[in-house]
């Protein structure tokens, strides 16, 4: 049998792509840590994981000798991290500097802000060739930080395709309320949330008229749809006194705005208030960001997003401010909110801000976002449904909304306007 070449060998084992971690150690104190990709779990009972180091290596040696080791998973934005540990770059003097690094029970280092980290202990150490394989016990595990791992692929560095949505959902959340502040009358307001309605767009409900009447996208017949209602329509609630109210307006679900003027005691107090209210009265809750991708609100929303699903809230919106969001934003904010939502689902409410509202909306769809908030027309400075559907339409991302109802709707609102809508396609048919 012929022998097998080594670059060519190298060059086929490139091509198996694998995630990307750093194994770290510590011996008398001594932290140490190398870039690894032969990571491979063994046993989930016992729990097992291996781990192939090169012989020649002084991490080889130093795992060897501490009898412990910690496998940190790199997540798709921690490139420079995993190059400093393959000893790549500029050489400096302690890798782990720069990073939020804790100890865990074994005494090795772990990644506070990895993919995900197991703690081990040495429990077989079996010889492969120039390599070792040690085959850790794993004493300790977790997924800190749920977001797309990095890989590494042919010799470079990559990460997992983006996928589109199987579908997007479409909510009018500015529609009602800017029609409503700039004196149009209630006919008008109420014939067009009920062309959203019924083209399958769940609508914010206009604020109650000072007078107490009932006004709903039903128009006289809304008790008879109210179960149609309760599916398409929102009330914005800021009190839990507030909630009882937009049950009797048959609102589906109730929407609670959160701006940070509070502090987290009071905030945490109404939201678990209107929460409960709500849901005694079968109402879901959405809990509102505002300029939710400014810089400097990137903990604060994350926090509430948080604290929001612990308290069961169905949807947690996102809404652009007067800080632009950008694709690069969008995308960081989100990978870690949709895994602070847990169960709940991630809404996001973008701005048509120096052209780049589809562009962040197509980041969003990316990053597994599917509810999105608009407004008709794009009379609130919000992407407007219409864009939004046709964006999706050349994606080949379904959506229930009926995009022709929808531009009838466009043209109807433009009368009312009586100027141009600032949306791009509401002329454009698919």
């Given amino acids: 049998m012929h022998g097998v070449e080594i670059e060519e ?4 084992f490139a091509q ?4 990307v971690a750093v194994v770290t150690t510590v011996v008398d104190g001594a932290r140490h840590g190398m870039t690894a990709s032969s990571v491979t779990s063994v046993s989930l009972d016992p729990p097992l994981v291996s781990v192939c180091l090169g012989t020649a290596l002084h991490s080889h040696h130093m795992v060897r000798a501490g009898g412990v080791f910690a496998v940190n998973v790199l997540g798709r934005d921690q490139v420079l991290l ?16 720069g990073a939020d690094w804790v100890v865990a029970a074994t005494g090795a280092p772990v990644l506070a802000d990895c993919v995900a980290w197991l703690d081990c202990t040495i429990e077989h150490a079996y010889p492969g060739g120039d390599h070792t394989i040690f085959v850790g016990r794993i004493h ?20 997992l395709a983006d996928r589109l949505p199987e579908r997007i959902e479409l909510a009018d ?6 029609l409503a502040a700039s004196g149009t009358g209630e006919a008008d307001i109420t014939r067009l949330t009920r062309a959203l309605c019924e083209a399958g767009v769940r ?39 507030q909630v009882a109210a937009a049950a009797r307006r048959d609102a589906g679900t109730v929407e609670v705005p959160f701006r940070g003027r509070e502090t987290p005691r009071e905030s945490d107090r109404t939201l678990a208030d209107i929460a409960d209210a709500a849901h005694t009265r079968g109402l879901a809750v959405a809990l509102r960001a505002a300029d939710a991708f400014a810089p400097s609100a990137r903990g604060a929303v994350l926090a509430h997003v948080a604290r929001a699903a612990s308290l069961g809230c169905e949807e947690v919106c996102l809404d652009e401010g007067r800080h632009p969001a950008s694709p690069v934003v969008v995308r960081l904010l989100l990978q870690e909110a949709l895994g602070a939502a847990g169960p709940a689902a991630v809404r996001v409410g973008l701005r048509e801000q120096h052209g780049l509202g589809l562009v962040n909306a197509l980041t969003a769809m990316k990053s597994g976002v599917r509810l999105f908030d608009t407004t008709l027309g794009g009379i609130d400075g919000r992407l407007s449904a219409e864009d939004l559907l046709y964006l999706a339409h050349r ?7 009926d995009r022709p109802a929808l531009l009838e709707a466009a043209a109807d609102l433009e009368r009312v306007w009586g100027t141009e809508l600032p949306a791009r396609t509401y002329r454009t048919a698919c």
């Fill in 82 to 97: 995993g190059r400093r540990f393959a000893g790549m770059g500029r050489r400096v003097a302690d890798r782990f500097l």
């Fill in 9 to 12: 060998l190298r060059r086929v």
């Fill in 173 to 178: 959340v500015g529609l009602a309320d800017r």
């Fill in 395 to 401: 994606l080949d991302v379904p959506a229930p909304a």
């Fill in 140 to 159: 300790a595990c977790a997924t800190p930080r749920p977001v797309p791992p990095l890989l590494y692929h042919s010799r470079d560095w990559g990460q």
């Fill in 203 to 241: 609508v914010r409900l206009a604020p109650h008229p000072p007078d107490g009447r009932r006004t709903t996208p039903g128009g006289p017949r809304a008790s008879d749809a109210a179960a149609r209602l309760r599916e398409t329509t929102s009330v914005l609630v800021d009190a839990p006194d």
């Fill in 16 to 19: 198996w792509p694998s995630g």
